[in-house]
């Protein structure tokens, strides 16, 4: 998919998003591990930003969202930009945070940590002087906030993301893939919901 239509899609579907759980802004570092499945370390790969919205998927009975949003890498001055999609799994969460569907679930603790794992798809392209070639990737990875405020959370992450360029598979100078361990940090903001009350 070319860029801007990706961007289309991401802005479209932005404007479905202002009851979002939360929206996270982080910077990025990846660290490659694996690159076309031989070992060749590198501390700082890539370096760039995510943002994504996530949200609570109202008919299944778990803590679970979907997330979407925008990745953005700086390798060696070339240019990569995604769409992430996604889901995100809640494991833990903070006074105030809890996914409460009646009264006996509402959480009177002072715990300061969110805590969840995702799992997101990432598509998009390598931009070139004139020409957008297509990557895509998955990443599993553990997320951990910390309450600054009611709304705002520091926010961080690692991760391991695959990445897999299908126009470089016959390629015998550039890597058709790569596995990266990814450190992240930044900011989470918690939109406002209604919780129902303890008795």
Do not use: C
Not at 9 to 32: C, D, E, K, P
Not at 79 to 91: D, F, K, N
């Amino acid at each position: 998919m070319p860029f801007k239509t990706s961007l289309l899609v991401f802005v479209l579907l932005l404007t479905l998003q202002v009851s979002a759980q939360f929206i996270s802004l982080r910077g990025t570092n990846s660290s490659q591990i694996l690159s076309d499945n031989y070992y060749n370390a590198d501390l700082s790969h890539a370096v760039g930003g995510e943002i994504y919205f996530s949200k609570p998927i109202g008919f299944i009975p778990l803590p679970m969202n979907y997330n979407i949003g925008l990745d953005y890498k700086n390798i060696d001055g070339l240019t990569e930009a995604y769409l992430i999609t996604g889901l995100t799994y809640v494991t833990v969460t903070p006074s105030g945070f809890m996914f409460a569907t009646n009264a006996e679930s509402v959480t009177m603790s002072t715990y300061k940590w969110l805590n969840y794992f995702d799992l997101n798809m990432y598509n998009g392209v390598i931009i070139g002087d004139s020409t957008y070639t297509y990557k895509m990737g998955g990443e599993i990875g553990y997320n951990f906030s910390y309450v600054l405020s009611k709304t705002l959370f520091l926010h961080f992450g690692l991760g391991a993301r695959y990445n897999f360029t299908p126009d470089y598979k016959n390629d015998l100078y550039t890597d058709a893939t790569s596995l990266d361990f990814m450190v992240k940090a930044g900011l989470l903001y918690k939109f406002k919901r209604k919780f129902n009350k303890p008795n």
